[in-house]
């Protein structure tokens, strides 16, 4: 894979992961950050390869290939170490935030992907076409993405967005881009402020915003940053809105 194919997001998906590696380490060179993985799976190496360093500048991807369904040595390698660090790389965020459209099958691989508890929210167990087995999406839905890690929880945000376009509901799919802005910006406020995961982050929630900003152009009007501004400033109130709409239909 030649850098001149790689995409910006292909980059700052490798960036992110290595950087949440890096950041569960607690060691911020990415040197010493190969050695001590290396000894940590057994391995005696006293020179890094210098992979890690490449992956932290988003020079080249851990991953054997772009799809869904990646694998690679180092992702592997490193979840056995830290678990839970491959979610930051597998997470369908990425393959979702590509401009473009997307079909049926490919929204129903990326929920599928996701843990039960928000993929059952997206999808219906029972047989039949990926388009049949996409649940109507519609804003209470968004609540239930909330649940889990931070990565998941975006995928599912943006795997909501994506079924909502599909479906013609472009209010739903603007909500589920401000909530994942919303979430991601929370998120990163919350690291310290020396964290290598700072930067990164708020790059990808510059990319969210922009998506946010495209799915609320509609019907002539052409969004703005103010216009993501402002339902960003309101999202805490329509959050716990609803929160008690999801709670009234369990009842």
């Known amino acids: ?28 060179n990415f040197l010493e950050l190969e050695l001590e993985l290396q000894s940590r799976l057994g391995k005696k190496v006293v020179d890094p390869s210098g992979i890690f360093l490449k992956y932290s500048k988003g020079a080249v991807m851990p991953s054997k290939n772009r799809g869904l369904n990646c694998e690679g040595k180092w992702i592997d390698g490193a979840e056995a170490v830290v678990p839970g660090s491959s979610a930051w790389f597998k997470t369908p965020l990425w ?16 929920a599928e992907l996701l843990p039960q508890e928000i993929a059952s929210r997206l ?25 889990t890690s931070t990565c998941w929880s975006l995928g599912g945000l943006v795997c909501v967005a994506r079924i909502a376009q599909l ?5 739903c799919a603007r909500d589920a881009l401000i909530a994942s802005t919303w979430l991601l910006q929370r998120h990163a406020e919350q690291l310290p402020l020396n964290s290598l995961l700072v930067p990164p982050l708020q790059e ?27 339902h960003l400033d309101g999202w805490s109130q329509r959050l716990e809105f609803w929160q008690q709409a999801r709670l009234c239909e369990h009842e």
Request: cysteine-free.
């Open 1 to 28: 894979m030649t850098n001149s194919r790689r995409t910006d997001l292909e980059r700052l998906r490798s960036i992110v992961w290595a950087a949440g590696v890096a950041e569960a380490m607690q060691i911020k």
């Open 95 to 110: 393959f979702l935030l590509k401009e473009r459209g997307f079909s049926p099958e490919e929204l129903l691989s990326s």
């Open 123 to 147: 999808r219906h167990e029972h047989s039949g076409t990926a388009a049949t087995r996409l649940r109507r999406m519609r804003e209470t839905v968004i609540v239930d993405m909330l649940g």
């Open 167 to 171: 479906q013609a509901h472009p209010y």
């Open 204 to 230: 990808l929630s510059r990319v969210l915003a922009a998506r946010a900003m495209e799915a609320m152009s509609i019907d002539g009007h052409v969004a703005t940053p103010k216009d993501v501004g402002r």
